[in-house]
Structure formats: structure tokens, C-alpha cells
């Protein structure tokens, strides 16, 4: 199976892209074998915003945390295929359901049967020095060990993906940046604390590799010059690790995010039971696909000429159950 971890910066643009490259969503899992894909920093405005062609893509099923803090701000959401179709799913719970760390739409727990994921946007602490939302973000990673730990004491196997905004290491960051300066202390150490217990896969199977990163700045076109930070992650449990197969960066048109994508492959995992109901809160049990006659996401597009169509095309937008 395949897992497609990416932080898109905003749907909308993105399923335009998605439109014009690979003729829509379902197009551009199909073209890279997707089994579930993770999405991170969505954009949504709201649940009532969603359409059936974004929420139910055929052979497809979703579930999504939205900003209930702000909105337009942050999002996650994971498809998932009918084969590993989750049993059952959660979102922004690592705290009391309205913790603050619960409110902005940042993470999306499913559950495959043979493994729960959970997919990441953690929050970042802010500009140096003040920082001002190191506070939120200490609170939110403390919370993302608590809930990892708890399911693998409940002998679960975890994956962590997504932005955690942080890089693990120096190897991880530009030379021309330095790492220490970047993030406060506790925020390493918190991060650090996870990683004892998960397994940076890419960084597992790439031990020596330099140089490759995940997000660049985009206000200094730091991209043209590979200036960039390695801060989107596959974490497993270690009973995971055996059935790594890859783990790589995915090399997509860079206009389309100022983040690249992961992809990771894994083998031997049992799917879920065929035929079980979709979970509660899986797109396929939303009310408000039921109606067909829900107008579709391109109608929400400009239409485009040929030709712009062409350039789109070729620059991209700029920007188990019980247990869970």
C-alpha cells in the first residue's frame, strides 16, 4: 500500500491543479497508486463548503478536521480508499474535544485495522524572539505523545504523518541555517521525546542524504536555490518497520505547494474487513452528499481558456474500534 503525505497549502488551488494535470482528484491518486492520502493545511471554510466531487471521490472515502477557531486557517483530511476504508475515525482529539489544541482543525485519526494513523498539522511557535504561540505548540506536542503512547500501550501500531514544523537535526536544515537558533528548546526536546518512541522512516532508510528537503520559503525564492528544511514526516511504531518498503520525497510541479510530498510504501498489512459499514464521520455517512444534485467544485472555478489551462498545467497555482 501506498501513503501519500503532503501538506497542499489550500484545496481549492491545489484540486484546480489537480484538475488540469490529471483531470481531477481521483486522477492524481490514481497516476502516483495512492492508497490513503494525508493532507495537511487545507483551507476549508467549513463543512457546508465541501462538495460531493471533493468529499466522495469514487473509490474514495474522507474524513476532515476544520477550523472551528478561525476560518479558511489550517485543515487536515485523509482519503482513504474502499480497500483500506477506516473502521473507525476521530478528529482534533488530543485534547478534551474543545481544548484549544482541539479547535484549529489539525489532526485526523483513522483507524486501518492493522494500524491507526494519525495524520499532523502541528501548529508553528511563531517569529523569534517573541514567539508567541510556543506555548500552544509545547501543549500540542506533549498531547501528540500522550495520544501515540496511549494507543501503542493499547497495542496499536501508530504512524505519525504530516508538518510537525520542525526539523529533527541539523542534516535536516540548509547550512546557511541554523537549527538551534530556529526553535526554542523545549520545542526540540518535545520533539525529541516522540522520536525516541517513532521512527523517522525517510531519515531511516536515507541516513547519510543531505540537502533534501521538504518546504522552502517562498518569499525569499528560496526553492530555485534548495535552501530548504525537512519538516513533513512517516513516524512508525516499530512494529511497523518491517513492512516498510519506501520511503521518498515526491518530486511535483513546484508552484502546486512550498511544500513537496512523501510518499511511503508498505507491505504485509491486513485491510480492514470488506463490506463493514463507514465509520461515523467518513464522508460516505455525510447528509449532505446524499443530494447528487449538490453543485460541483468546478462550478466554484474560473474557467480558463486552452491555453491558460496549458500554463496551469505546467507552473501549477501559486499557491481496532474499541480502542480509539
Known sequence: MRILIWNINALVPTVRNFVHAHGGLK???????????????????????????????????????I???????????????????PVNAKVDCLGCGDDDIDREGRVVLTDHGSFVLINVYAPNAGPSPERPRAAYKYKFLEALNTKAASLQDAGRQVLIVGDLNIAATQQDVHDKLDREAMYPKHEKELFDRILTEFTDVWRKLHPDSV??????????????????VRIDYALCSSGLLEHVVSCEILSLPPKWSDHAALVLELKGLEPPPKGHAPCALSSARMKQFNDRSQPSMRMFMRKLPSSAAETDEAQGDTKRQKIL
Open 27 to 65: 486522477g492524481f491518486l490514481q497516476e502516483h497508486n495512492i492508497d490513503i492520502a494525508c493532507f495537511q493545511e487545507t483551507k476549508v471554510l467549513s463543512a457546508e463548503k465541501l462538495t460531493r466531487d471533493i468529499a466522495c471521490i469514487d473509490g474514495f472515502e474522507s474524513v476532515w478536521a
Open 67 to 85: 477550523s472551528r477557531e478561525k476560518k479558511g486557517y489550517s485543515g487536515t483530511v485523509n482519503y482513504a480508499s474502499t480497500e483500506w476504508s
Open 211 to 228: 540537502n533534501m528537503f521538504t518546504v522552502w520559503d517562498e518569499k525569499t525564492s528560496a526553492r530555485a536555490f534548495n535552501e530548504g
